[in-house]
């Protein structure tokens, strides 16, 4: 049974660039969210997609966007990048109501 | 939004002590986990308790939801134990949403 999938798992941008990363789900899950790991803080929630659709947001801005597959894989973008942009991208899986699985994560670095 | 605060922040402990996590939420949730993450970032899940009590292996957790706090009990710890240790809560009036506290750092010295 995979389990949540990320790519890629490190990556290096300057600002101003776009970056999309991507995520597949644990089989049989059917949403996806996405987490913003500072260092040396939690995890703060970006968005949720079910269906296709955005279902959730949190306190991001509009440069942060995403997208849901059929195959319920998702992509997270984000365009005119900061230097606080950089950070670890979490996506999580899950089958509400019900318990977060999430990936290995993509690291972003900004300069 | 609902604040979530752990502590201690940071706890060093001998392998082989037992030590006390605690997770304090501001309002009441739906759902409640505990999580681990390794130094690659990975984040291993721990436990799924939205209420009561459960047990793997020397990992132990309660959560009382109706005093709004979960309690993660390590017991004889070893050196593979120490990482950040995370509680996440899904409000009752904020669906969908898990917010995490700021994390336990663990490091268990041989």
């Known amino acids: 049974d995979a389990g949540v999938t990320q790519s890629p798992t490190h990556l290096i941008k300057t600002r101003g660039q776009q970056v999309t990363l991507r995520c597949s789900p644990k089989?049989?899950?059917?949403?996806v969210s996405w987490y913003q790991q500072a260092l040396g803080q939690g995890p703060q929630f970006i968005f949720q997609?079910?269906?296709?659709?955005?279902?959730q947001r949190g306190n991001f801005p509009d440069r942060f966007s995403g997208h849901q597959f059929p195959n319920y894989s998702s992509e997270l973008n984000v365009n005119a990048l900061l230097l606080g942009d950089s950070a670890l991208y979490l996506c999580?899986?899950?089958?509400?109501?019900?318990?977060?699985?999430f990936g290995e994560g993509s690291r972003l670095t900004v300069l | 939004g609902i604040q979530v605060e752990q502590s201690p922040p940071d706890l060093i402990l001998q392998e082989g002590a037992n030590s006390t996590l605690r997770c304090n939420f501001s309002?009441?949730?739906?759902?409640l986990q505990w999580f681990h993450q390794n130094p690659w970032g990975q984040l291993i899940n721990l436990f799924y308790?939205?209420?009561g009590t459960k047990q793997n292996g020397r990992l132990s957790a309660t959560t009382v939801a109706t005093e709004r706090y979960s309690l993660l009990y390590i017991s004889s710890s070893q050196t593979t134990d120490s990482g950040v240790y995370f509680c996440?809560?899904?409000?009752?009036?904020?669906?969908?949403?898990?917010?995490f506290g700021s994390g336990t750092k663990l490091n268990v010295k041989p």
């Open positions: 996440a809560v899904e409000p009752s009036v904020d669906f969908n949403k898990f917010y």
């Open positions: 089989s049989g899950h059917d949403t």
């Open positions: 308790i939205p209420s």
């Open positions: 997609y079910y269906e296709e659709e955005e279902r």
């Open positions: 309002d009441s949730v739906n759902n």
């Open positions: 999580a899986s899950s089958l509400p109501p019900g318990e977060l699985f």
